[in-house]
């Protein structure tokens, strides 16, 4: 605790005397991401005003982060596991300094030192999730649901939500046709689209911002939903279950990373710091639902939450699960087309 | 019957204006959290409101980009109505053209056109930018204003003041200036308007530096159904209430 | 240059006007011209040799299918705001002078506020929860709700609500212009009602038509925030095509080649109500 003020007070007198307008960080992040009383507390403790931006898919984010690249607009941004690499291979990261960042060792020894991100040089988990069947109960008659193929039931016509994401939606289309999620194949890649374009009639809407709305609202009974959102649901609409797919789960690392050009790096590493204290990697766990690769943080969760299926899956939930990787920028090109394809036809 | 028939179709199409409006006012005192059950009176929205820093942030820089995006516009765009009025120059139908082209171009054209000329020319995207892309699609609507008002006006005041030695600034001071002063204040009123309610063209070229209104309320509405904006949709609502009854008040109050 | 030393004011008008036009309006213009011929590039956005594929790529049967769709719901937006204006309008014009400006007025303020909070306003009532259901189901009328939200009607009916003043204040003017006494000589002349209202009340309104034709079509077919929040990001619009291909797929000549065809758009519309605007012209002065 001492060496962590000691840290603080350093970075605040390293920084301090460079600028003198009030320090803010700009956070880009998923919407609905953060609880607003990790932002307060931060800024209670720091002086550091966060101001937090937000996108619904990694390409936004990319696309404006490739925008404002000059204007040195964002300070720390969250992509999913496969734009880590991408950005990294890309050089539109800055190395992260492991010194100042405390309580790394918290983390999750699976879930650091990935194939994305070798030894973390520019990335530091910040929460991981699974995307899988969300399904209203009390709306579905007849065989309960538990494939991703039973979304092309006819039952369900116009009642299927997906989310708003290019690489889940193929993800889904691929397993189901028996291949793998991270497919680079074109083939496989337009055969999973020719597959979901049969399921296009029953798509009601696509939903990224915040994927448990439509479902909430009434305006769809079964698609896909992120865990987090599901366990966020549960407390207004009992009746919304998440279901652990038979061809997988699609799962996922989302990880901070510091934009090369961020104008307050220094502001990004505290606010990393600060995210990886047990208590408030508990907090967010516990507020949004989503799975804390933090270890100290996962013991400290209520017994309700550390147990939670929808947030935390058992070994077994796991089986066939796939975490997405990077493709590589060809298949993305493939993936792209087929997406616009996708949501634009009729 | 032709004698009341238009008229119940008047209040209908009005009936259809303004339902909207009104369920969202109502909804906006409604205790309950959901945006379809009537939960009683109450005024938590309109605290939760305040309590949003971010929100109030993005609210007075909202303000702040819609005063000077309002002025600025106001300034130029009277400017430009006086040249196109005053002087004769080469090119003046083009000035014209490009200025109906502003006014008439979807929105979404003048915002990638812009973002393109902001990144090339290397402005960020923030306060700047946001402010030269509002007076830019306002500059047309208080050109337009200002002109009405020229063209029904006396010629020979200003030659007099010519005549009588006043330089050309002087008597754009002394004399154009007060008699154009209502349509100044109708197209400030309409450009503070425009920019505090334009969405298509923020999107583009605003940056996290500057958040603004318009874009903290496409975020939330996007996100689902959210107490907060009926609140918010209210004291908009209000606040424009107020402003056109202000112009509608100067316009009036000059043509006495 | 004596002109510059005589009128400094003059110049510096002249010079600050034309400065922001050329600046803030033609020079961003050309560079879209510019981006829309040349490469897709994932890193600078552009890039060299210059050539005609993103406009190919425009007619490629699915894109046309885009913007045929788009075209088709911002086509049935003007046409529903047209149907609904036009008599609108003529009946608004023969109220008395004072009724008239005080429902001008009414008809002006939901233009004055947000146009998204609007949107969402009319998200509350079409929701499958919502209040035309909740209200339609208590009064028996229907059992089951009616799926409104995230529809292609959703849509258009978005699109109506916040255009139909455009349509409407030009259709206004021309109607308010109109002489009763052409209409009384039409009627002397023996001309039916239905008569007058094909040979001479269409003719006479037809540039408030165009005018407000082009108010309503070109905007509805920009709005992307429309068919985001009402029509479930799908059922898109041009400028949802547009918006996607800078902030999200990053194929810069792409975009800027569709954001070209709306402007070609804008013209024909300028052109035609232009030209119907002389032919009255003449028509009245021969």
Known sequence: ?346 | MTRWLPRVYLVLVYLMLYVPIGVLVVFSFNDSRSGYTWGGLSLRWYQSLFHNNAMVEAMWNSLWLALSAATVSTIIGALTALALHRYRFRAKKVLNGMLFVVMMSPEIVLAISLLALFLLVGIQLGYLSLLLAHVTFCLPFVVITVMARLSGFDESLPEAARDLGASDFTMTRTVLIPVIMPALLAGWLLGFTLSLDDVVVSTFVSGPSYEILPLRIYSMVRVGLKPEVNALGTLLLVFSLVMLMLSQWILIRSKR | MPSVTRQPFRTAVLVLVWGWLLFLVLAPNLLVVGASVMTRDPGTFIALPLNLDAYRQLFDPLYLEVFLHSLYMAAMTTLVCLLVGYPFAWALSKLGKQRQLLLIFLLIVPFWTNSLVRTYALKMLLATNGLINSALMSLGWIDEPIQMLYTEGAVIIGLVYLLLPFMILPLYSVFDDLRQELLMASHDLGAGRLATFIHVIVPLTLPGVLAGVMLVLLPAMGLFFVPDILGGSRNLLVGNVIKNQFLDARNWPFGAAASIVLTITMAILMLAHRLSKQRLGEGGAG
């Not at chain 1, 879930?111 to 995307?131: A, C, E, M, Q, R």
């Not at chain 1, 009390?138 to 494939?147: C, K, L, R």
């Not at chain 1, 055969?191 to 709305?213: G, W």
């Not at chain 1, 939930?317 to 298949?331: C, H, L, S």
Request: hydrophobic fraction near 40%; include cysteine.
């Open chain 1, 1 to 346: 605790m001492k060496k962590l003020a000691l840290a603080g007070l350093l970075a605040v007198g390293l920084t301090g005397c460079s600028s003198e307008e009030p320090k803010v960080l700009n956070l880009y992040n998923w919407s609905e991401y953060m609880p607003q009383e990790v932002l307060t507390r931060f800024e209670e403790e720091t002086g550091i005003q966060v101001v937090y931006t937000t996108y619904d898919s990694n390409e936004a984010m990319y696309a404006k982060l490739k925008l404002l690249d000059d204007s040195a607009a964002y300070d720390l941004a969250v992509p999913s596991t496969y734009y880590v690499s991408k950005m990294r291979q890309e050089g539109l990261l800055m190395p992260i300094d492991r010194s100042k960042i405390e309580g790394f060792d918290n983390l999750d020894p699976e879930l650091v030192n990935l194939d994305i991100d070798p030894d973390n040089k520019f990335s530091i988990p910040y929460l991981w999730g699974t995307t899988g069947l969300a399904v209203d109960t009390a709306d579905i008659e007849g065989e309960p649901v538990t494939a991703w193929e039973d979304l092309w039931d006819e039952r369900f016509e116009g009642r299927v939500m997906l989310t708003n994401d290019m690489r889940e939606v193929f993800h889904v289309g691929l397993r189901v046709l028996g291949y793998s999620g991270n497919s680079t194949n074109p083939e496989q890649i337009e055969e999973a689209y020719q597959k979901l374009t049969e399921l296009m009639p029953s798509v009601r809407t696509f939903n990224s911002d915040a994927p448990r709305v439509p479902y909430l609202e009434g305006e769809t009974d079964v698609g896909m939903i992120w865990n987090g959102e599901a366990v966020m649901a549960e407390e207004t609409m009992p009746s919304l279950e998440y279901v652990y797919p038979d061809e997988g789960i699609i799962a996922w690392l989302d990880s901070f990373v510091i934009p090369k050009n961020a104008k307050n790096p220094e502001a990004a590493h505290q606010f990393i710091s600060f995210v990886l204290r047990p208590e408030i990697s508990a907090l967010i766990s516990e507020e949004i639902g989503y799975a804390t690769p933090n270890l100290p943080a996962r013991e400290m969760l209520p017994d309700e939450v550390a147990n939670n299926r929808a947030s935390y899956p058992t070994a077994e939930d796991m089986t066939n699960a796939e975490f997405q990787v990077d493709i590589g920028d060809e298949a993305l090109q493939v993936y792209a087309k087929y997406w616009e394809m996708l949501k634009s036809g009729r």
